[in-house]
């Protein structure tokens, strides 16, 4: 990048563009991309502030003026409503349609009637573990875990996937190689593991684990996992 600026707030009285983002022209477009061109930017939209520019790669919002010399990483507040414009704003990016997911790709655990939650899983991260053994502690959720190893960080996790998906149990199995370190035998069936890490990149999904509710807003953390699946709309 350019010159980095770290913004805490900006103080304005507008709050409508939070949901929405009006596309920059494509001049203003063209001259950020090419300043930035070693920056994956999937959209640029105008912003409240005048001259400042939302840049939308991957899961994450930077802003930019319109050259795309200055970055900036932060936050935009309101201070009228006292409503973090920039969280809104990946909310709705990062929202999914639950019907785009692939359920029979899934290994499906919980209660038929449960809270409905998606996870991508990798076998071998230490925070996913931390979420199974969170999740057995927890009742009336239904979970669909979709297999997605980080080869590039866990070489042995797109192995265990396999094996994970082709055990009889296919959740128990899940849960004895990430809680207990269990070594399943070696997969001899066909699986949704390639399929499972195209979707996860369709959707954004950068990292594990990632948690999606059934109206598809993204988890960022904060409230108990069942308190803010209690709170979809």
């Not at 070696?186 to 990632?210: E, H, R, S």
Request: hydrophobic letters at 35%.
């Amino acid at each position: 990048m350019k010159t980095l600026l770290i913004l805490a707030t900006l103080l304005l009285p507008l709050s409508t563009w939070a949901a929405e983002g009006k596309p920059a022209s494509a001049s203003i477009d063209k001259e950020i991309r090419k300043t930035l061109s070693d920056m994956p930017i999937k959209a640029i939209h105008q912003t409240p502030v005048s001259g400042l520019y939302e840049l939308q790669v991957g899961d994450k919002i930077y802003y930019s003026d319109k050259t795309g010399r200055h970055i900036v990483n932060g936050h935009i507040f309101d201070t009228t409503t006292k409503q973090d414009l920039t969280a809104t704003r990946l909310a709705s990016l990062n929202r999914i349609s639950w019907s785009d997911l692939p359920l029979d790709k899934a290994i499906v655990s919980g209660p038929e009637d449960g809270l409905k939650m998606a996870v991508f899983t990798d076998p071998d991260c230490p925070y996913c573990k931390r979420l199974e053994e969170e999740l057995m502690t927890l009742d009336g959720i239904r979970v669909y875990t979709f297999l997605y190893p980080l080869t590039q960080l866990h070489p042995d996790s797109y192995a265990k996937s396999e094996s994970i998906w082709c055990a009889k149990d296919q959740h128990q199995a899940l849960i004895n190689v990430m809680t207990k370190g269990e070594k399943l035998p070696q997969a001899t069936c066909k699986t949704p593991v390639d399929a499972n890490i195209k979707l996860a990149q369709k959707l954004n999904v950068m990292g594990t684990p990632t948690i999606f509710a059934e109206d598809g807003r993204k988890y960022t953390g904060g409230a108990p996992i069942k308190t803010w699946l209690q709170q979809g709309s």
